[in-house]
């Protein structure tokens, strides 16, 4: 009798550790699911960031006005982004396919010197300059190649040095003739009643066109730092007023100076600045037509846009000189243009002040029968009421 109770104790005692093994087992398999979960769940946080981080940086990098390309240390490339295909119109396989050489000469000094080589390279048609820099990444012998466009930079560079060596001749010339005027009459002239009148003319001359340089170039610098726009201006009653201010200068030159306005739109901008515009064009007319010539000036509306045209009988541009006639300083005709006091300012001083009004300008010359210049200068809105 004892011995079944003893198996049946035994029994049970066995079921019931069997039945907490299991439970154990069971909450150590969820503990390690839910481990493996969060493991899962982490590594696929982890990919997923990493996939988003590549994202950004291909944005960033394909978005960058410079090209980039990077070699692994056997020359082969890695990676490359958009711009540098524009820079150089391919992205080589290898850097042995680099081109232009000099950029090819930087990569290899940087892979084998470990040091960053900065070179520049002319390139192309119509000619670019490109500036690389071959800069070693890590100590694997891998080279990044960065390269960017500085043909603009070179191009202002030339015309800031144009510029002043221009602005330093047309201003020493001037000063050198009056030098010369104030040295003769203060070593006798000035008792020759005669050369007396004639050297004192040349110094009003000299200094008038003395001025009339330094003006132009304070307006010039003016209108590059942008002309204010916050007039409501007529350039009808503008080109009325700048036409009667140069009728004694036509009638000295014996050209017939003429103006016809419709009622226009006005336009939003600097009236000063359209005067300096308007006044510049009808005496670049005047100074290059010769007596019994003629000068139009004309202002109407065309759709949505106020037109001032100015129209001379004068010599015209050669074809040669069309493409500059915007530049500071440039002459169609020097001798002439001196001669008759001009600055060489007067057409870049319209341009910019045309840019400035959100306008554009166009004109048509042939040699022996004169110009048109065409202003197309936008409506200002109507005020509101």
Request: net charge negative; glycine share 8%; proline share 3%.
């Amino acid at each position: 009798m004892l011995l079944p109770i003893v198996l049946g104790v035994a029994l049970v005692v066995v079921l019931t550790v069997a039945i907490v093994q299991t439970a154990k087992a069971r909450q150590a398999a969820a503990r390690h699911q839910v481990a493996a979960d969060q493991a899962a769940a982490a590594l696929d946080a982890q990919s997923r960031s990493s996939a988003d981080e590549r994202e950004v940086q291909a944005m960033i990098l394909g978005s960058m006005e410079e090209g980039v390309l990077l070699f692994d240390a056997g020359g082969t490339r890695v990676f490359a982004n958009r711009a540098i295909r524009r820079h150089l119109g391919d992205a080589p396989a290898s850097a042995d396919l680099l081109l232009p050489i000099a950029f090819r000469d930087a990569v290899g000094r940087a892979g084998d010197d470990g040091s960053t080589v900065r070179t520049e390279a002319e390139t192309g048609a119509p000619t670019r300059w490109l500036r690389a820099t071959a800069q070693p990444v890590g100590t694997d012998g891998s080279v990044l190649l960065v390269v960017r466009d500085i043909t603009e930079a070179r191009r202002l560079d030339a015309i800031r040095r144009d510029f002043v060596a221009n602005a330093s001749h047309e201003l020493k010339t001037p000063v050198a003739s009056i030098r010369a005027a104030a040295e003769t009459l203060g070593d006798g002239a000035i008792d020759d009643h005669d050369a007396a009148h004639r050297f004192t003319e040349q110094l009003e001359r000299d200094a008038d066109r003395l001025g009339r340089i330094v003006s132009d170039l304070l307006d010039l610098s003016r209108l590059e730092t942008g002309s204010e726009r916050l007039d409501r201006a007529a350039l009808d009653a503008i080109a009325e007023d700048e036409v009667a201010r140069r009728q004694e200068q036509a009638a000295t030159a014996g050209v017939s100076l003429t103006v016809q306005v419709d009622g226009v739109p006005a336009i939003r901008g600097s009236a000063r600045d359209l005067a300096l515009m308007t006044g510049n064009l009808i005496d670049n007319a005047i100074r290059y037509s010769s007596a019994g010539g003629s000068v139009s000036v004309e202002v109407r509306a065309e759709r949505e846009a106020v037109v001032l045209r100015v129209t001379d009988t004068g010599a015209g541009i050669p074809q040669r000189d069309l493409p500059r006639i915007f530049e500071r300083f440039y002459r169609v005709d020097q001798a002439r243009s001196r001669d008759k006091g001009g600055s060489g300012l007067g057409l870049a001083i319209t341009k910019w002040a045309i840019e400035a009004h959100g306008g554009t300008v166009s004109f048509t010359s042939e040699e022996g029968k004169g110009t048109t210049f065409t202003v197309r200068l936008p409506q200002a809105p109507a005020p509101t009421p």
